[in-house]
């Protein structure tokens, strides 16, 4: 069994440059929220809107549509209304449950960052 360095006795030219990265998502029956579909979802909460949040992502509108419904349809859940045309414009907004969901999945990964780049700066800082 190796034994850890301490902070000290670590060659810190070797990790010059390093910085952390990492992949987070939540799977629920092999069914994936990550982090496309929260910025999806992110950005049609920002803009009201499934087009130009696609437009934003390099994605198209029946790309992002397949996306949301794909999930729905698994997690049994509906995560945005839209409505059309009329005086407004129409437009989209997240349910309460989407909306529920990334806000918990965006403190969730800032919990994740917060506890990486603590330990990051442990192991790999000087």
């Known amino acids: 069994m190796h034994r850890a360095l301490a902070p000290h006795d670590r060659n810190s030219a070797l990790f010059k440059g390093l910085k952390p990265g990492y992949k987070v998502w939540l799977e629920k029956d092999g069914v994936v929220f990550g982090d496309g579909l929260f910025e999806l979802l992110s950005l049609i909460h920002n803009y009201g809107s499934i087009s130009q949040a696609a437009k934003l992502m390099d994605m198209s509108y029946r790309a992002a549509w397949g996306k949301i419904k794909a999930f729905e349809k698994q ?26 969901l990334v806000e918990c999945y965006r403190s969730f990964n800032d919990d994740l960052k917060s506890a990486m780049e603590k330990s990051f700066q442990n192991w790999f800082g000087e």
Not at 82 to 100: F, H, I, K, R
């Open 75 to 100: 997690w049994g859940i509906s995560l945005v209304l839209s409505q059309t045309g009329g005086e407004s414009g129409g437009g989209t907004v997240l349910t309460l449950e989407a909306t529920e």
